[in-house]
């Protein structure tokens, strides 16, 4: 009989328990164990001897699969940490400079959020809190494409202003030919 290590929904790391154990920690089909002999992180239910505990339990969701497979597919042993979420930093960065060099908008402020979410990815991930740290990636990265794209609308009214601009422009010098004797 194993003992096995299981990852937390704070996404910290318990262990070790036996089977017996595990059932007493409530563990669900989609929560991340591990064991000697074990090449990566596997949902409880696709490891046999586990299989007993979740009779009544319903399949994983495929985004619960996709989420944990990223980040805990390259832990090899009990003792390492998860990859650390993408941070979002340069591209939070480069939105808010471009934004407020091109758009010349107070939107752009929204940048600052995105950078500050972007360097909390590290200091919560440094911290062990590795539940924290995917939180802040996913925040930093919203953050960012929120100015992005209202940047993108911005320079968009704007080109459509100078357009309106220049045909107002014409059709006024066009009239003043019609008086023009």
Partial sequence: MSNYFYIDNQGKQKGTFTVDELKQENIRKETLVWTQG???????CEVPELSRLFTYQSTPTADYLFEANRNYSSITDANQKPI????????????????????????????????????QVDSDYAGGDYAAALQSSKDARKWTLIVFWISIVLVLLYIAFLVVMFYSIGSISGIRELYEI
């Avoid at 074990?38 to 409880?44: L, R, S, T």
């Avoid at 930093?89 to 500050?116: K, M, P, Q, R």
């Fill in 38 to 44: 074990m090449e990566q992180w596997k949902p409880a």
């Fill in 84 to 119: 650390k979420p993408k941070t979002w930093l340069t591209e939070s960065i480069l939105v808010t400079v471009i934004s407020f060099l091109f758009c010349c908008n107070v939107f752009g402020l929204l940048g600052i959020i995105a950078i500050v979410k972007a360097t």
